[in-house]
């Protein structure tokens, strides 16, 4: 993998406020970062977007949000520094802050362009693959509940070749029905009408949405304002109650 995959690729930070600034000190905050984003372009040019530029608990250091990529930056010597920020409780301040960068996108997804599954009143958004074991175990542990509405969109990330798989199911007078074959690892009926041009572009705009929520792996969940990234049924329990 390329420097500029990791750089763009992955997700990682959430950095604290070392304190409140003080209001005379706002303008010479606001100057710092301009001039800190200033240095970041200049050298890495390749940086797509820089939406944010926070002071980070390290004295020099810049957390850097771009999209639903966040990086640290030190400008002094123009060093990018990618990786998760620990706690002494061992906890993942870059997990916190990937899953709130994500959470604030999700009231924003076009819900009607997902497969809609059961009608219950607690709602779940799930990005998943239809070749993934992971997203069958999650599947199979929904299929159990009868208080969610699940809006499932599809980013077979690992498994490319079940774009097929996706496109049946858009494509699919029962979309619910046809989710569930795939899901239990049926294949394509012989006689299924082939995808349109129409049910192509959706399946890519599936992995467009995906793209930009920043998810990197399936099944991915957002429930009640939080990620949850895997199979993660005691967290699934914990977030449904």
Do not use: W
């Not at 500029?4 to 406020?17: A, I, N």
């Amino acid at each position: 993998m390329n420097f500029r995959s990791r750089l763009t690729g992955l997700l990682c930070g959430f950095l604290l406020l070392a304190g409140a600034a003080l209001p005379c000190a706002a303008a010479d905050t606001k100057t710092d970062t301009q001039k800190v984003e200033a240095s970041l372009r200049e050298a890495f040019p390749q940086v797509p977007t820089v939406d944010a530029v926070l002071p980070s608990e390290i004295p020099g250091v810049y957390e850097i949000d771009s999209g639903q990529n966040v990086f640290y930056y030190y400008p002094d010597k123009q060093l990018v520094i990618i990786g998760d920020m620990v706690g002494k409780d061992l906890k993942s301040k870059t997990a916190e802050r990937r899953g709130a960068l994500s959470a604030r996108l999700v009231k924003d997804l076009p819900l009607d362009k997902a497969v809609k599954v059961g009608d219950g009143k607690k709602t779940v958004i799930e990005f998943t693959d239809p070749d993934c074991p992971y997203c069958r175990k999650a599947y199979d542990y929904f299929t159990k509940r009868n208080d969610v509405t699940q809006y499932i969109f599809f980013s077979p990330l690992a498994h490319p070749q079940a774009i097929t798989k996706v496109e049946y199911i858009l494509s699919a007078d029962n979309k619910v029905q046809a989710y569930d074959a795939m899901m239990l690892g049926q294949e394509i009926p012989a006689g299924a009408k082939p995808p349109t041009e129409a049910i192509k572009a959706l399946a890519q705009e599936h992995l467009a949405l995906a793209k930009k929520m920043g998810v990197q792996g399936t099944p991915t969940f957002y429930i009640n304002g939080q990620q949850v990234v895997g199979a993660d049924t005691k967290r699934f329990d914990e977030l449904l109650k």
